[in-house]
């Protein structure tokens, strides 16, 4: 255990945020709370196993991380502080922080662990258990001392070594002046930024950011006519947050104090929220919009919001149209257009029709993938003025440097940018746009508050009269003839609006996944990447159905009849964009995605993880003025029009990193497992050898059509080279043209007409047997009751399939599978197997076809494993892999409950996972490690010490990569007397055979007299 004081306790755990399935969150839960009873029990080894399989469950979880992390303290501490570094780097806590700042000082490492420190204090309140490490650390580090603020808001300092008068003394700035006197907790909570050094050496924290120890996080919402939401604060989560309800016209609001911890989720990392709620017997008879802000008087997400605006707007339009049709008498002349109303809700219908343009560059909508009608040459815009570029600003000073820097670096003649300062606090944002209002291009205006990204739109939108407009956030970056391209969309047709660039996060124009889950680029990488989509897209728009605000041009026109950003309703922003897009649509004006521009995008700088919140809020808020709009973008999403542009930008980029290097084919089924570790070590031979490895996988669009998916084998970021076969079968060979050789791994799920491309390829192809696929439709020679098969007359086979199906989706029959088959192996230039027992099965299906024997690996460069022997007088048996029926689940749980049921000295430890892990564990006698990484295989299996490893497979394994992983441990293995295993076994020695047909308990007697231990 670790002996530094300031070790932090276990991270708390109000709300669950696992990244995996639900059911990975709730044994990951399980697991955890087993992992913190263990520690508090003082059973530490216990305890990192169990911490240890729930990080394996939910690696992204931070909560489970941290507890990991500190636990292995002391015991593994080289890990902790890897983990550790990787979880403060991405999370910025001072959670995080305080205990790397222990591991490092645990592992000799003072300087890096004071480095820790300063940013545990500057990202939290100085909890009073970090006193003693932090002046440890200074000490040790040759640091004067530590510097923090207390969680009641009060000054927390210790020096060491405050020295002589002069130079050495205590000297402390309160924004910029220095004070006399140790400042109290008032003056505290109304500076910005504190200062604490000895002469000229700083105090571990300082500077300390006051405000951002303060800040408030949260999100509101309208509920039922008052305000419901969330807030907390992450440097000082253990106090309740005091919020300010205040209207925004003016006079009295009130305060409230959030104190009841709540479960939300996506409320940051390690989050302690609060509830808020505010009834409306408390807004009643006093007029909205409301703001809710923390103590800072900055406004929580969704802030300013008036929950009664839905209530009058439907009183106002009842009363109208009670006006319109009085219940007396005849309809009364009462024009429409004279009602005054508030915005209506307005329901969302198809698109206007396109109107007759010059040369129209739109192309209609159609099916994913379907062939593409021609293409018009794209027009001549008509004449029109300069556009400026509005890039509203807040915070993120890095971001907005580089984005300001890209769009002067492209700016054309005659366009101006209007920065529009959205009330950042950041001295460095200052500093940055008084650099920048230097140049004659540039205007800068400032709000005096934060706004939110619709009123700073509206403020830069009001500083361009009689232009084209482009709102740019200030987290993107633009290539070359970026604004030239979209204006020439623009106006390429009188009625369009608005254009949207393809970009990396962009909602529907995400690209090259349509996720919006894809890297970031570099500016490099995105001149390249727009270079590329203008030569693949040189001469065409798509219509859509709302832009996307990351880059909107706007067409002044448009911005005419329109009108503004409504910053009445979207608060800080999400979905502004989409309501102006689906008021013009109102009026007859449409959108376009231009495909030959890409704007990079880092998205969400603006709010984190909270603006998750944010955006759901802001999606309910947008079918609610226009209903239907979501059913528009599922559809939209369906017809996917966008389709062909993208491809044909994979196609360019496929193409552009081709070089010269031979191409080498590599066709495989898309499960994982060991056939996936093969094509990754092969794809890296065939790198390291000069050749261009290409990797064709089975997928389905979005119609549930059967293609094929091409990719590099390595990056994997080609998601859009999708290809129907045979209808695009043509094409597919077009882009496989320059293939020199190809390996076939696997046909499982690929189409049929995958023969057919190969042949068209025209060159030799080697297969490669990694399952018996080729002859059997369960794959793997395990029948519907489970077994090994025996691989029974044709007659057998197909009566399996008639009474329990097969595992290939295609239907073909087993004679016909067989003779495919063999024609297209007696075709091979090479059949290649792993085992001579692999070889011999193949033969007595196939006579006549030559096969090649080439073990995936050396057996005899791996070090005899050492005889098993028990560990504590028990036998521990290690099982490795993802264990499902084929690998033995039901010989693993049948084993354990005999086992446990006989009180045998006799465990199991799974390294990997199952098919249903809680049946196995229930039984006491077996614990699952969770998943793994290939390169952590040895190691964990190592870490179980075990006595002898175990290979429960059922079916006649081509080669098993688990009986490697067990040698390559220092384990000896018991299998089953079939396949490539049972070979390997009886040819190194390495282990021990058993029949087939023993029974649990006769398996379970074998495995201890391995060890040594007497039978049962």
Known sequence: MNPVAGRPAPAPAPAWTGLGSVDAEALARAARDRGIAALAGRNLAEALRWLDRAHRLVPRDPNVALTLGSALIGEDTARAVTLLTELAAELRIREAWQALATAQMVAGDPVAGAASMAEALRHGVAAPEMAALATELARR?????????????????????????????????????????????????????????VGARPLLGSPLDLRALRRVVGCVAERDGGIEGWAWVPANPSRPVALTVR????????????????????????????????????????????????????????????????????????????????????????????????PPALPVGDPPPPEPARAPTAQPARAPMAPEPARAPMARPAPHGPADVVVPVHGKPRLVEAC?????????????????????????????LVRFAADPRVQVIRL?????????????I????????????????????????????????????????????????????????NPVPDLAATR????????????????????VGFCFYIRRACLDAVGGFRDDVFAQGYGEENDFCLRARHLGWRHVAVTNVFVAHHSGASFGGPGRHLQRRNQDLLERLHPGYGALIQRFGAADPLAPARRRLDVARWRAAAGKAEGVLLVTHA????????????????????????????????????????????????????????????????????????????????????????????????????????????????????????EPALAGCEACVADHGALMREPIAVPALRARSEAFLRAARAVIVPSQDVAARMRRHFRGVRMRVVPHGEDAAIARPAAPAPRDGRCRVCVVGAVGVHKGYDVLLACARDAAARRLPLDFVLVGTSIDDQRLMATGRVFVTGGFTPGEAVPLIRAQRASIGFVPSIWPETWCLALTELWEAGLQAAAFDLGTPAERIRRTGFGTLLPLSLPPSAINAALLGACGLARP
């Not at 890209?406 to 300062?421: A, H, M, Y």
């Not at 608005?498 to 962009?506: K, W």
């Not at 320059?738 to 068209?760: F, K």
């Open 141 to 197: 580090a040759g640091a004067p001392g530590w510097v923090g603020i207390t969680a009641e808001g009060a000054l927390a300092l210790e020096t060491i070594d405050p020295g002589d008068a002069g130079a050495g003394r205590l000297v402390l700035r309160l924004d910029g002046r220095v004070l006399r006197d140790r400042p109290g907790v008032a003056p505290l909570l109304k500076g910005s930024r504190l200062e604490a050094a």
């Open 247 to 342: 209207p925004a016209g003016g006079g009295r609001g009130f305060t409230i104090l959030a104190e009841e911890e709540i479960v939300v989720a996506d409320a940051g990392p390690l989050a302690r929220p609060r509830a808020v709620r505010i009834d409306a017997a408390q807004l009643r008879g006093r007029p909205g919009p409301w703001h809710v802000t923390g103590p800072e008087g900055r406004d929580l997400l969704g802030s300013p919001l008036d929950p009664t605006a839905a209530a009058r707007a439907a009183t106002a339009a009842a009363a109208a149209l009670a006006r319109f049709y009085p219940a007396g008498g005849g309809r009364t002349a009462v024009a429409a257009a004279s009602i005054a109303l508030p």
């Open 404 to 432: 300001l820097d890209s769009v002067l670096s492209t700016l054309p003649d005659g366009s101006r940018v209007v920065v529009v300062d959205d009330g950042s606090e950041d001295p460095a944002i200052d500093a940055l």
């Open 448 to 460: 005096a508050h934060n706004r939110g990204f619709p009123a700073a739109a509206n403020a830069g």
């Open 462 to 517: 009001a500083a361009c009269p009689g232009r084209d407009v482009v709102l740019l956030n200030s987290d993107t970056l633009v290539p070359p003839h970026w604004l030239e391209r979209l204006a020439a969309a623009v106006h390429a047709a009188p009625m369009i609006g608005s254009a949207t660039p393809l970009s990396n996060d962009a909602s529907i124009l995400s690209y090259p996944a349509t996720t919006g889950r």
């Open 528 to 547: 390249r990447l727009s270079a590329l989509a203008a030569r693949a897209n040189p001469d065409g728009a798509v219509d859509i159905p709302v832009g």
């Open 671 to 790: 499960e994982g497992g060991g056939v996936e570790r093969r094509i990754t070590a092969a794809c890296a031979a065939h790198r390291a050898a000069g050749r261009r490895p290409i990797v064709l996988r089975p997928t389905r669009l979005a119609d549930d059509t059967p293609a094929v998916l091409v990719s590099d084998g390595q990056e994997d970021d080609f998601p859009n080279l999708r290809y129907r076969l045979p209808a695009e079968a043509a094409e597919l060979a077009r882009l496989l043209r320059g293939v020199q050789s190809v390996e076939v791994h696997h046909l499982l799920d690929h189409p049929p007409a995958i023969y057919d491309l190969l042949a068209r390829i025209g060159v030799p192809w080697d297969v490669h047997v990694h399952d018996y696929a080729w002859f059997c439709p369960q794959l793997a020679l395990v029948d519907g009751t489970r077994r090994y098969c025996g």
